[in-house]
């Protein structure tokens, strides 16, 4: 679950029963969306979520806005996730845990990709990005001082990495298979040969 407290436009900070709903409705659509595809429903997302149909549009007016907003959790939730593997993970394999687990959920987030693509959804994730890039900074410094990484490995060659095996995951819905042998081939090159 995302950190990210939403305030409306009004500037009232939102009810904790209303953030529960919220987070909730975000879980459900991702999963309904995820298995359903573009004709899943937002009567279904209410319903595994436990909240009426009302509650789903109070907080996401548009089938777009939902969707959005699983894209923009998604990335906050992977910041939280690499700033933790930064503080508590071991060097040594929390980078390559990481670059395993984005490529893993791009290849699971197709179908909510493919109705954001549909649907002509222009997100804001300039932000997320850059705090991504950041955390991913921080996590293959680490990784680099305690020699599992190449000391000639930059973040620009790790970001355009991550970026074109997670597309290629999303896009093509590789297989488990696939992707570990995509990585392996990936790593290879990353891998510090001390």
Same mark, same amino acid.
């Given at each position: /679950?995302?950190?990210?407290?939403?305030?409306?436009?009004?500037?009232?900070?939102?009810?904790?029963?209303?953030?529960?709903?919220?987070?909730?409705?975000?879980?459900?659509?991702?999963?309904?969306?995820?298995?359903?595809?573009?004709?899943?429903?937002?009567?279904?997302v209410?319903?595994?979520?436990?909240?009426?149909?009302?509650?789903?549009?109070?907080?996401?007016?548009?089938?777009?806005?939902?969707?959005?907003?699983?894209?923009?959790?998604? /990335?906050?939730?992977?910041?939280?996730?690499?700033?933790?593997l930064?503080?508590?993970?071991?060097?040594?394999t929390?980078?390559?845990?990481?670059?395993?687990?984005? !490529?893993? $959920?791009?290849?699971?987030?197709?179908?909510?990709?493919?109705?954001?693509?549909?649907?002509?959804?222009?997100?804001?994730?300039?932000?997320? !990005?850059?705090?991504?890039?950041?955390?991913?900074?921080?996590l293959?410094?680490?990784? $680099?001082?305690?020699?599992?990484?190449?000391?000639?490995?930059?973040?620009?060659?790790? /970001?355009?990495?991550?970026?074109?095996?997670?597309?290629?995951?999303?896009?093509?819905?590789?297989?488990?298979?696939?992707?570990?042998?995509?990585?392996?081939?990936?790593?290879?090159?990353?891998?510090?040969?001390?």
């Amino acid at each position: /679950m995302s950190a990210h407290k939403p305030v409306p436009a009004s500037g009232k900070p939102v009810r904790a029963d209303a953030q529960r709903n919220r987070a909730r409705i975000l879980a459900a659509a991702e999963a309904v969306f995820a298995e359903g595809g573009p004709s899943a429903s937002t009567e279904e997302v209410a319903r595994r979520a436990g909240v009426a149909i009302g509650t789903v549009f109070r907080h996401f007016p548009t089938k777009k806005d939902l969707l959005a907003a699983i894209v923009k959790e998604l /990335m906050e939730r992977l910041t939280a996730e690499v700033n933790s593997l930064v503080e508590v993970g071991d060097p040594a394999t929390a980078f390559f845990e990481f670059f395993t687990r984005v !490529v893993e $959920q791009a290849a699971a987030k197709k179908s909510v990709v493919d109705l954001l693509a549909q649907a002509g959804v222009d997100l804001d994730v300039a932000k997320p !990005v850059n705090a991504l890039r950041q955390a991913i900074g921080a996590l293959l410094a680490g990784a $680099q001082r305690a020699g599992a990484v190449r000391d000639d490995v930059q973040l620009a060659e790790v /970001m355009a990495l991550l970026t074109a095996t997670s597309q290629a995951a999303l896009r093509s819905g590789w297989s488990r298979k696939l992707q570990h042998r995509a990585l392996a081939v990936i790593y290879a090159g990353l891998r510090s040969a001390k």
